[in-house]
């Protein structure tokens, strides 16, 4: 037993269980204990490697994707660019080497970096030591000053908010909470009530779901906020996950050392996270008058920006790198176990002016 597991048993004992939502923000983001507090858990020697690390040409597309959107709004003097959940900078640091052959979107920048762990703040001010713009680092999105209009990317950032869940039972659908088994470990329960009115916030196809269902559900919160600033501001925000256009199911998993691990194991060791649900995501945010672009697979999205002719320029530029470039334009874009082209979907939030956006069709 851990000292995050230890503390929260102690909630537990006292305070009876808590929900799953609770318990996740709890083993992330708990400020000593919590997985974020103090570790790098991306690339080899991490728990997981998201896209920016297994190539530069998806931070690199991204980068001209911005300049595009920029472009779209006007060309402003003054444009932010918010990265939310930042990971190690290097999205970021290719999107900006990138963006300099737009010298004038490279120029009207100032980035705004979201992020909660301190280590991974350290790790991205290296990262991004030599960036040649102002960079400011918030610890919620609501830090970024509302002056200029924004571009938001938000990259594997959604999956790892709390995610709550409800079972399907005879009495209606009961809330999955955690709470202490008999042996005095970490179980799921469900609490004893059913939730008042569950059944009207689910897709009306969904309602008649059988025993034993299981409805995940985030707070909607980011997403208004997101889609709000966006009106208020001006711009677009892009959102790239994992996850899946809404319906019933259990995605929440742990990952420690690039394997699955026990959910309620050694909490703040391991990473949880679960799908993304695009339609509650885009749902949310046209509640604040955005509009919604997408969403469009992960493969679909890099290969319209280009993927396959930037492969094809890095192969010529570099010798002997072929098989490995190959490699990894594959796991950016095809389907199967290891690829992330079809899991992965992306989706555009903008203020409503803005018409079409690049890699949307």
Same mark, same amino acid.
């Not at 120029?107 to 991205?124: F, K, M, N, T, Y």
């Not at 194991?265 to 604040?288: C, I, T, Y």
């Not at 094809?312 to 072929?322: C, E, F, H, Q, V």
């Given at each position: 037993m851990n000292a995050l597991e230890a503390e929260i048993r102690k909630i537990v004992a006292v305070d009876g269980p808590i929900p799953v939502a609770q318990f996740m923000a709890l083993a992330l983001g708990h400020p000593t204990h919590g997985y974020y507090a103090g570790r790098d858990p991306f690339a080899a020697r991490g728990d997981f490697i998201t896209a920016p690390e297994i190539s530069q040409m998806f931070g690199e597309l991204i980068g001209l994707w911005a300049a595009a959107a920029w472009s779209e709004m006007g060309s402003p003097d003054r444009i932010r660019l918010v990265e939310l959940g930042?990971?190690?900078?290097?999205?970021?640091?290719?999107?900006?080497?990138?963006? #300099?052959?737009?010298?004038?979107?490279h120029a009207a920048?100032? @980035?705004?970096?979201?992020?909660?762990? &301190? =280590?991974?703040? /350290?790790?991205?001010?290296?990262t991004l030591a030599a960036a040649g713009v102002p960079l400011s680092w918030h610890a919620t999105l609501a830090q970024v000053p509302e002056k200029n209009p924004l571009i938001v990317i938000a990259?594997?950032?959604f999956d790892a908010l709390p995610v709550h869940q409800a079972v399907r039972a005879?009495?209606?659908?009961?809330?999955?909470?955690?709470?202490?088994?008999?042996?005095? #470990?970490l179980a799921l329960a469900l609490h004893p009530?059913?939730? @008042?009115?569950?059944?009207?916030?689910? &897709? =009306?196809?969904? /309602?008649?779901?059988?025993?034993?269902?299981?409805?995940?559900w985030r707070s909607d919160a980011w997403a208004v906020e997101l889609g709000r600033r966006l009106v208020r501001q001006g711009g677009v925000a892009l959102v790239i996950d994992y996850g899946h256009a809404g319906g019933l199911g259990e995605t929440l998993q742990a990952v420690g050392g690039h394997a699955f691990a026990q959910v309620l194991e050694r909490p703040g060791e391991v990473d949880l996270s679960a799908h993304v649900d695009f339609a509650a995501l885009a749902?949310?945010?046209?509640?604040?008058?955005?509009?919604?672009?997408?969403?469009?697979?992960?493969?679909?999205?890099?290969?319209?920006?280009?993927i396959e002719t930037r492969a094809a320029m890095l192969k010529t530029a570099t010798s002997g790198r072929a098989a490995e470039i190959d490699a990894a334009r594959a796991r950016l874009t095809e389907g199967g176990p290891r690829g992330m082209g079809e899991l992965f979907k992306v989706v555009a939030l903008a203020e409503p002016k803005l018409g079409a956006l690049p890699g949307f069709g």
């Amino acid at each position: 037993m851990n000292a995050l597991e230890a503390e929260i048993r102690k909630i537990v004992a006292v305070d009876g269980p808590i929900p799953v939502a609770q318990f996740m923000a709890l083993a992330l983001g708990h400020p000593t204990h919590g997985y974020y507090a103090g570790r790098d858990p991306f690339a080899a020697r991490g728990d997981f490697i998201t896209a920016p690390e297994i190539s530069q040409m998806f931070g690199e597309l991204i980068g001209l994707w911005a300049a595009a959107a920029w472009s779209e709004m006007g060309s402003p003097d003054r444009i932010r660019l918010v990265e939310l959940g930042p990971g190690r900078g290097t999205l970021m640091a290719d999107a900006l080497r990138a963006a #300099k052959i737009a010298k004038e979107f490279h120029a009207a920048l100032a @980035v705004d970096l979201v992020e909660i762990s &301190p =280590a991974l703040r /350290r790790r991205q001010q290296q990262t991004l030591a030599a960036a040649g713009v102002p960079l400011s680092w918030h610890a919620t999105l609501a830090q970024v000053p509302e002056k200029n209009p924004l571009i938001v990317i938000a990259n594997e950032f959604f999956d790892a908010l709390p995610v709550h869940q409800a079972v399907r039972a005879k009495s209606g659908w009961h809330e999955r909470m955690v709470g202490l088994a008999d042996d005095g #470990k970490l179980a799921l329960a469900l609490h004893p009530d059913p939730i @008042v009115g569950f059944s009207a916030m689910l &897709p =009306a196809e969904l /309602r008649d779901a059988p025993a034993g269902a299981i409805w995940e559900w985030r707070s909607d919160a980011w997403a208004v906020e997101l889609g709000r600033r966006l009106v208020r501001q001006g711009g677009v925000a892009l959102v790239i996950d994992y996850g899946h256009a809404g319906g019933l199911g259990e995605t929440l998993q742990a990952v420690g050392g690039h394997a699955f691990a026990q959910v309620l194991e050694r909490p703040g060791e391991v990473d949880l996270s679960a799908h993304v649900d695009f339609a509650a995501l885009a749902r949310a945010a046209a509640r604040s008058g955005a509009r919604v672009h997408g969403p469009v697979t992960q493969r679909e999205f890099l290969t319209r920006l280009g993927i396959e002719t930037r492969a094809a320029m890095l192969k010529t530029a570099t010798s002997g790198r072929a098989a490995e470039i190959d490699a990894a334009r594959a796991r950016l874009t095809e389907g199967g176990p290891r690829g992330m082209g079809e899991l992965f979907k992306v989706v555009a939030l903008a203020e409503p002016k803005l018409g079409a956006l690049p890699g949307f069709g």
